[in-house]
């Protein structure tokens, strides 16, 4: 008797799915699904427990492979019945926001301290974006092209200005005049590095205390997707302690400045809270860094698709899947 084929037996459940684009195939990647739903605003680990879900489902019902438009409506209903629906919209917003003609330009605003960089980073990742500049790298550029003499508010923190003007504010806050000035200077450098980027047809991301609402000349809509906001630290002890810890280190100088000025920088934090009122630009204010990147998340894929700022889709595409249903792993804590 013949001994058993290698092959025998029931068949096994295949080790990856077929992902469709006309003729081409690439197998199904978890961790570019969990990159993908990330936009929605959802923080990584639940991210990647969507990914695994949709894995499963994929498995159980698409094991002969699935297309990109099948796949996408799929992730929107795992991440409605795992996470809630308004993580699927954004979702659904996202995907409809990448059709769009120009670039994505996110304008992050804040005074000192209050975790721009971090913030612009993780929204980065989230969004897949490549490119991100720090005003300070503009004023820095700047400050080896004009001298001292020639503009002396380059060369100074941003909240310690007027010391160096040549002329006396008059009347006005001399904190806020001064950061007022160097602004105007920074801005000229912002509104060309984005311009660039316009031609160039490049998504990126700008944060920094110089992106003040109304100082910065911004492309049309038919140019590019503008997306401003400002984070705001509402909590005066919060803030107070972004400097502290990093102020005891030795190599924290800079920080211990900032400590002594920490009034002055909560007064520009003031001003800069209320020109974004006044410009109907968004106020994020921050208490833990996945919430106020999770907000921020939104507020850009509202600015993408046109939104007013919810979690209302406009019109997606719907492509029919089959229900989700119960054969799925827990949620995380929402």
């Not at 000349?217 to 990093?246: G, K, N, Q, W």
Request: net charge neutral; glycine share 8%.
């Amino acid at each position: 008797m013949d001994a058993p084929s290698a092959t025998s037996g029931p068949p096994r459940t295949p080790r990856h799915v077929t992902v469709r684009d006309g003729k081409a195939g690439l197998p199904y990647s978890k961790g570019l699904m969990a990159s993908s739903v990330m936009a929605a605003g959802l923080p990584p680990y639940r991210a990647y427990h969507v990914a695994e879900v949709i894995e499963q489902c994929l498995h159980d019902r698409w094991s002969q492979g699935i297309s990109s438009a099948e796949l996408r409506e799929l992730a929107a209903r795992v991440l409605a019945d795992e996470v809630g629906p308004r993580y699927a919209d954004n979702y659904r917003s996202w995907q409809m926001a990448q059709d769009r003609v120009g670039p994505l330009i996110v304008l992050i605003g804040g005074t000192t301290g209050v975790g721009k960089s971090t913030v612009a980073t993780a929204l980065a990742a989230r969004l897949g974006i490549v490119r991100i500049i720090s005003t300070d790298a503009i004023r820095e550029v700047m400050r080896g092209i004009f001298t001292p003499a020639m503009m002396p508010s380059l060369h100074a923190s941003s909240f310690d200005v007027a010391a160096h003007l040549r002329e006396p504010p008059g009347d006005a806050d001399p904190v806020v005049a001064g950061f007022r000035r160097q602004v105007q200077a920074v801005s000229v450098g912002v509104t060309q590095l984005v311009s660039r980027a316009v031609v160039e047809g490049t998504d990126l991301i700008v944060e920094g205390a110089h992106i003040v609402p109304g100082f910065l000349a911004t492309p049309s809509r038919a140019e590019a997707v503008v997306a401003p906001l400002v984070i705001t630290v509402d909590d005066e002890h919060l803030h107070r302690s972004h400097f502290v810890a990093r102020s005891t280190d030795i190599r924290g100088r800079r920080h211990r400045n900032y400590l002594d000025h920490f009034d002055d920088i909560r007064t520009i934090q003031a001003y800069v809270r209320a020109l974004a009122v006044e410009h109907g630009v968004p106020v994020v204010p921050s208490y833990s860094l996945d919430a106020t990147v999770s907000r921020v998340t939104e507020l850009v894929v509202a600015a993408s698709t046109d939104r007013p700022g919810g979690p209302a889709d406009k019109g997606a595409r719907v492509i029919t899947v089959p229900p989700v249903g119960s054969a799925t792993a827990a949620p995380p804590p929402v």
